[in-house]
């Protein structure tokens, strides 16, 4: 009997969402898993807007530039052959955006905006005020729920994925889930699963950009079942980030653009009003470190110069994680006419006007570019072959991963509004790889041993028991506290190789403290303590392939910054000088070393370590980066 | 239409709406244009205003057809609304709920009013020719008595106040009136209304004491 | 406001709690030591590291939703004080204490102070809030212009996080009724004022004209008062007044 293959997608951003529709447009039933209504995702956060090569503002700009700053922002570590398709692909995923209804901003002729964004020359992103995340995400939940109406797809908000279902050839065969409110565990068969679910910031929580679901947990369960994890130790940390107790809140660097100061006072047991400190008293450390820059200096070196006042200077306000974002200099009008947006947003989560009282802020943990490794296909063009089931594929067959959760298209850091872009493209490719893989399914495959569903489901069933019957003495919201500070301290913005170590001694520690909480409710409804209790076990064992990989990478790439191994560009030295050349071998010897993946493998013993050569059929690297 | 019948709510409330206007509050105002005339002495009320009234051909008709069934309708489909509401004026204390709220108890105490009005008016002329034909002094000896001038004087009001904040939601449901700018305008034109409509019904009611 | 007297130590709470759908709700205070950075989530979340009440009870901890943090994802809001509004912005300086929270009313309780929201889901459902299109793949055709004006306009609706504060204060709304509220009505105003979207108005207009539509609201007003991106909800009524009288008319005598 022959029945219709079906897929499952775990995630509701705007990856899954879209990996949803492109099955679904193919005709294959899916079926939608979220922690919370799908329209709630993370992806709702961003601000900034997406990148597509549009050429509308006059600069001449081209795709090629797009993947060429894509490929140099992310310091080579990308497979060139995905991020060349998925810069050539952003203008039509703009216009199929536009279809859906997403409010774009306009021109005054009522076409599409563009405006300038990170690290780039061209106006190139396009964006919806103030909100183009969640202008975005609602453009695809609205067509989602348009084939919901038409019973193509089925959602299940409020399900938590918790482990994959294989078979005996290690295939994956659909996924176990626990309803939210009841805490039942039920097996879910299907011929296909995308995993799509956003990042991992909250392993660094509170100093995180990320919304609290962003746990990482899904893409750990599937790390523990033997899907690779690649390239983990690249984190992007966003340099002002306002300071909060839940989270810390971006504060866009227009605001350092327009004129803003970064400064600390020059004695950390300073206690008077910032206003009340005189010049001679404060620090103006980016102005300092980098005279030719000044407050403008790039992200990286915003994150690393705060760092480096705040952690090894010691000179944070009062001791501190904290220096200040001061606008109050600046003409009152002046800013709030260029800032007014982000000013608001400041005064209405810390309670006061930023044009009267300098900002607080601090580096936070804002996106990583590693994830589950995932494949793709070259074809003839140099690009991923459309189609081909080995795009966005995992290392277990039927398994699919996409979005913030893979670790395909930044390399060792992301440029500015590209991660919606990657999400939503990555989303699209996964959803045509898996219609290619249903396709060419074999119809008379044996079905999933029935015995083995019902041991996995009371493995999971009894992890929940345990869990409730413990007895320890461990918050696990305190642990998760004490994971974020150790993750910030020691696996940040700047890493040394004995901290690393230090480190994954210390998650060793916390991973066994994880496992004898106390729970402090016994409900069997709606208990989400106990939820979180089973996340933050996996969020731990994805900090230690965060702190392990981090610790194999001797050398400064991108987001992944070791001093010790900085390969120091000389001085006033230009090509053709003794020293330039030293240095220019230097750099080459270095990519020979470290210009490959990072990729994690799941062992009891912790993560183990491998690399993997990256294709650089496009742009291969020649000349070391030189700003001069 | 098929549509309507097989789900009418959308065309009763409308229907519930218009009637509030047309032709019941129409009457509101000519009824009270038509009292304010009591200023003018007995003899110019009962000889000029109700005669001609009373003498017009197919008046029961009239009166069932433009009066009885229309507020008949808009009285009975809007205890259904009524019933829909959960109303909480204390928790929020903004202007538009409470016109809200306070339009569905005018429209129960103006309910209550015109029973006992009609009932004593128009009902009770109809075997008492003594009151159809001095209409005048019959209100009057009503009228007289302090608890019932007050009964009247809140019935009128109820009813003022309920034609005019009636006037302005039709905006709304309408469509006449979209952005709150021009909301609140067409409700200051409408209060304005209610008014000088409270100011015609007091001087009429004022007109019939000796 | 920075206003609160100098001697506030601690920042007080009552919460109504609820186990289960269908169980009875009860009160418990907690106090947490005073910081004037704190919001309502990030107290509730010192709280739930240590789930003790004012008297000294040992209680689960509080259960509530919430994701972003940052007002736009619409998981957070419950009964403040007793104004519907989300918690992640509310400040805790700006609070009276003790600073009561209750569920968000109209909604179904799942557990304490999180609710079943899945009627705004069915809401959008049901008045058809998405545009048509023949498939998510590119057609090649430039975007459909609109003015910067009209965008403008539909920008403030494009904002709805699907919250239900405006819900939760609308007296029309909730288990009485069927009415589907205001917030998928301001989607239905949105949607036809898309170049393509304009193509299915008559369906929308019809689905709202319906049980549970449009003529359930009794202009009160009060989702425009607590919705907290400001959405010109009532203008969205207003037009669509307009627009299913044109409809209705159409419908009866043809056209
Ligand atoms: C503050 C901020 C601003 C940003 N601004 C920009 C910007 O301007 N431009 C840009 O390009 N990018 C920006 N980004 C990055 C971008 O928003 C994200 O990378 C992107 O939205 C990720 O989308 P996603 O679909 O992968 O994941 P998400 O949107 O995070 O979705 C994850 C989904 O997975 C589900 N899920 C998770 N775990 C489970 C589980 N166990 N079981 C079931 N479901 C699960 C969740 O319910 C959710 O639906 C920003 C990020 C932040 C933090
Ligand atoms: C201001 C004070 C009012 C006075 C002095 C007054 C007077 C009268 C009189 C004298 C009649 C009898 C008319 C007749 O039999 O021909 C009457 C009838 C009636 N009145 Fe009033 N009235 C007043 C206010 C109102 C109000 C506020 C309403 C509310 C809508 C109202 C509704 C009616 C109705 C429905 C009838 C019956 C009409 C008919 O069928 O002819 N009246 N009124
Ligand atoms: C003097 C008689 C009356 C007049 C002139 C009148 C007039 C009106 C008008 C113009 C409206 C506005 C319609 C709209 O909002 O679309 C209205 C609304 C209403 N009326 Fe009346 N009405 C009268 C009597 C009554 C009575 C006796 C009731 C019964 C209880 C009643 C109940 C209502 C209700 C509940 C509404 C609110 C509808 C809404 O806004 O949703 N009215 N009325
Ligand atoms: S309209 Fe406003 S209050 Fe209502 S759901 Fe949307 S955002 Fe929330
Ligand atoms: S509060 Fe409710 S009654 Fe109408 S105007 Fe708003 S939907
Ligand atoms: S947590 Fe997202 S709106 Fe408050």
């Not at chain 1, 919370?36 to 509308?56: M, P, W, Y």
């Not at chain 3, 004006?149 to 288990?175: D, H, K, L």
């Not at chain 3, 049980?211 to 907290?228: H, L, T």
């Amino acid at each position: 009997m022959k029945t219709t293959p079906k897929a499952i997608v775990i995630g509701g951003g705007l990856a899954g969402l879209w990996a949803t529709l492109r099955i679904a447009d193919a005709g294959f039933p899916v079926q939608v898993f979220s922690l919370f209504e799908v329209k709630r995702s993370h992806s709702v956060c961003a601000q900034g807007g997406i990148n597509a090569v549009l050429d509308t503002k006059g600069q001449r700009d081209s795709i090629h530039q797009h993947i060429v700053d894509t490929l140099k922002g992310g310091e080579y570590l990308a497979n060139q052959p995905p991020v060349k398709s998925m810069c050539e692909a952003a203008p039509g995923l703009i216009r199929t955006f536009e279809r859906m209804g997403v409010t774009f901003s306009r021109t005054p002729e009522g076409l599409l905006d563009q405006r300038l964004f990170g690290g780039v020359k061209n106006k190139r992103t396009c964006f919806a005020g103030a909100s183009s995340g969640q202008q975005l995400l609602y453009g695809v939940d609205q067509q989602v729920r348009r084939l919901e109406a038409r019973g193509q797809v089925s959602k299940f908000e409020w399900w938590e994925f918790l482990s994959l279902l294989k078979d005996t050839d290690g295939v994956c065969r659909g996924i176990l889930a626990m309803d939210l409110k009841s805490l039942e565990v039920r097996a879910f068969p299907a011929d296909a699963v995308v995993i799509a679910t956003g990042g991992f910031g909250q392993i660094y929580a509170p100093k995180t950009t990320t919304s609290s679901h962003c746990t990482g947990a899904a893409a750990s369960r599937c790390y523990r079942q033997g899907a690779w994890f690649a390239n983990a130790e690249f984190f992007q940390f966003h340099p002002t980030a306002m300071i909060g107790r839940d989270k810390n809140r971006l504060m866009s660097e227009a605001a350092r653009g327009e004129g803003g100061r970064i400064w600390t006072p020059r004695n950390p047991r300073d206690a008077r009003a910032p206003n009340a400190i005189p010049e001679t008293a404060r620090f103006y450390f980016l102005e300092e470190f980098f005279p030719a820059y000044g407050n403008t200096v790039s992200r990286d070196e915003a994150s690393r110069a705060i760092w480096h006042v705040t952690r090894e200077m010691g000179l944070g306000i009062q001791g501190t994680d904290r220096v200040y974002l001061d606008l109050t200099h600046l003409d009152r009008a002046f800013v709030s006419n260029r800032l007014g947006a982000i000013l608001d947003i400041y005064r209405k989560f810390a309670g006061t006007d930023p044009l009267a009282e300098p900002m607080e802020i601090f580096p936070a943990a804002h996106y990583p570019m590693g994830g589950l490794w995932v494949d793709f296909e070259r074809d003839e063009f140099g690009g991923m072959r459309p189609d081909s089931p080995r795009n966005q594929a995992t290392n277990i067959p039927g398994l699919y991963a996409c979005g913030e959760c893979d670790y395909a298209y930044h390399g060792a850091n992301r440029l500015g509004a590209n991660s919606l872009l990657s999400a939503s493209f990555s989303g699209r490719v996964a959803g045509e790889s898996v219609v290619s893989y249903l396709r060419g399914l074999d119809h008379h495959r044996m079905s999933l041993d029935q015995a083995g569903v019902a041991s996995d489901i009371d493995r999971q069933q009894r992890l929940n028991q345990t869990l409730m019957r413990s007895d320890g003495s461990e918050n696990p919201y305190r642990l998760h506290q004490e994971l974020g500070a150790l993750m910030t301290a020691r696996v940040g913005v700047v890493r040394v190789n004995s901290e690393l170590a230090t480190a994954l001694d210390e998650l060793r520690d916390l991973e066994r403290r994880a496992a004898s909480v106390a729970l402090g409710d016994s409900s069997v409804w709606a208990n989400q303590t106990l939820v979180f209790a089973r996340q933050l076990q996996d969020m731990i064992r994805l900090a230690m392939v965060v702190a392990k990989s981090a610790l194999e990478r001797d050398e400064c790439r991108g987001a992944h910054h070791k001093p010790a191994f900085k390969i120091p560009l000389p001085e006033g030295k230009f090509a053709g000088d003794p020293e330039f050349e030293d240095y220019r071998a230097r750099w080459r010897a270095n990519n020979d070393q470290w210009l490959k993946t990072t990729i994690a493998e799941f062992s009891a013993e912790g993560p183990r370590i491998h690399d993997e050569e990256i294709d650089l059929s496009i742009c291969p690297p020649t000349e070391p980066r030189d700003y001069r | 239409m098929r549509q309507f019948a097989a789900d009418p709510r959308f065309l009763l409330r409308r229907l519930h709406s218009l009637l509030g206007l047309l032709p019941v509050g129409a009457f509101l105002i000519f009824h009270l244009w038509e009292n304010s005339q009591s200023r003018f002495g007995a003899e110019h009320y009962n000889g000029e205003v109700v005669a001609f009234l009373q003498g017009m051909n197919y008046l029961p008709a009239l009166e069932i057809v433009l009066i009885a069934l229309p507020l008949l309708f808009h009285a009975g489909y809007g205890l259904i609304v009524v019933n829909q509401m959960r109303a909480e004026p204390i928790r929020y204390r903004y202007l538009r709920n409470w016109l809200y709220w306070l339009q569905r108890i005018s429209g129960i105490g103006i309910l209550i009013f015109l029973l006992l009005h009609v009932g004593m008016t128009r009902i009770e002329g109809l075997w008492r020719v003594s009151v159809r034909e001095d209409l005048f002094g019959h209100m009057q000896h009503l009228l007289s008595q302090p608890w019932m001038f007050g009964i009247y004087l809140a019935g009128l009001l109820l009813s003022v106040f309920h034609l005019a904040n009636g006037l302005s939601a039709m905006g709304i449901v309408w469509g006449l009136t979209t952005s709150a700018r021009a909301q609140r305008r067409f409700g200051f034109v409408c209060a304005g209304l209610g008014l000088l409509l409270a100011a015609i019904g007091v001087h009429g009611l004022i007109g019939f004491l000796p | 406001m920075k206003g609160l007297p100098a001697k506030t130590t601690s920042i007080r709470f009552r919460i109504r709690r609820q186990d289960a759908p269908g169980s009875p709700s009860y009160w418990q205070e907690f106090a947490i030591p005073y910081a004037p950075d704190h919001n309502v989530i990030s107290a509730l979340m010192v709280v739930r590291n240590n789930p003790v009440t004012a008297d000294g009870q040992r209680v689960a901890p509080v259960v509530w939703d919430r994701n972003c943090m940052e007002e736009v994802c619409g998981s957070c809001a419950m009964l403040i004080n007793g104004v519907p509004r989300p918690s992640c912005s509310a400040l805790i300086d700006s609070l009276r204490q003790p600073i009561v929270l209750e569920p968000l009313p109209k909604f179904p309780v799942v557990r304490d102070l999180l609710v079943d929201r899945s009627r705004i889901d069915e809401g959008l459902r049901k008045v058809r809030a998405w545009i048509e299109i023949d498939g998510a793949w590119d057609t090649h055709e430039g975007a459909p212009r609109i003015s910067p004006g009209e965008w403008s306009a539909n920008y403030f609706y494009s904002r709805c996080m699907s919250c239900g504060c405006c819900m939760s204060a609308c007296p029309q709304f909730g288990p009485h009724s069927d009415f589907i509220g205001p917030a998928p009505l301001a989607q239905v105003r949105l949607m036809n004022a898309h170049p393509t979207g304009r193509y299915d108005q008559a369906e929308r207009l019809h689905a709202i004209m319906g049980d549970g539509g449009i003529s359930d609201c009794g202009n009160a007003q009060n989702c425009v008062r607590v919705c907290p991106k400001a959405i010109p909800l009532t203008t969205a009524i207003g037009e669509l007044g307009r627009q299913t009288t044109v409809q209705a008319i159409k419908d009866l005598f043809g056209g």
